[in-house]
């Protein structure tokens, strides 16, 4: 005698061996997927250190400095102090990266 399965027996199993099947797919792909691509962290953080210590950076710095000019142009009482601070503010806005790359090597 030639004894079928239940119905319900082999949808069960079958659900069973696609589970497990999925399981396996996923522990084989997804260090793939984590090694091609990068953090979104990095990527945003980079955005910002870029715009930070780029375009932004000049344009803030060359605004100070025509403050602090007009300051010193028109015999403003502290002036040079301004000034001097203007100026370590820009170096260290504008080479930030630069200062990083010192420290900490990359």
Known sequence: MNVLPNPITRRQSLRRIRSQLSIIALLLVFPAIASASSSPFDTGLTS???????????????????????????????????????????????????????????
């Not at 000049?58 to 009482?77: D, R």
Request: hydrophobic share 50%; charged share 5%.
């Open 48 to 106: 910002l250190q870029t715009l930070f210590t780029g375009t932004v950076a000049k344009v803030v710095s060359l605004i100070a400095i025509v403050v602090g000019g007009y300051q010193f142009a028109h015999g403003e009482p502290g002036a040079k102090k301004t000034q001097a601070g203007v100026a370590a503010g820009t170096g260290i806005a504008v080479m930030a990266t630069n200062v990083l790359t010192w420290l900490w090597g990359s």
